[in-house]
């Protein structure tokens, strides 16, 4: 928990509060408007969480260009690295699943062994 230091309480007391008391507060941006629906934002243009958290350009000016102006930016190494590094989680997770399918969880070793070599070639089927 955080503890406000001597100062700090002074000045949210004396400065931030009385200062915030003085800014009016529109009616529309005052709790939810439950009997006007539906609740949504008022914007038409929708931002994923991946889109807001990925700062892969520092000015998120690749955010803008793809959304208002429709363009697509090339990849820069950081996401040609994740690329990569999803295709690979992937290809492991589908070869773990058919390998704990075909020889069984007892099979631990066996299992493991294939995992470790990820042969590019598919397990037979059943």
Known sequence: MYAFTK??????????????RESAVSEDLRGWSWNHPPLEPIYDVRL????????????????YLRKAQGLKAAPNEAMVAGIIFHELLCQFIIRAKRALYWYGKDAVDTVLKELWTMDPTPLTPF
Request: proline share 7%; aromatic share 10%; hydrophobic share 25%.
């Open 48 to 63: 994923g969480v991946a889109e807001v958290a990925s700062n892969y350009c520092p000015t998120n000016r690749d955010l």
């Open 7 to 20: 100062e700090e309480h002074e000045k949210l007391t004396r400065y931030f509060l009385p200062r915030s």
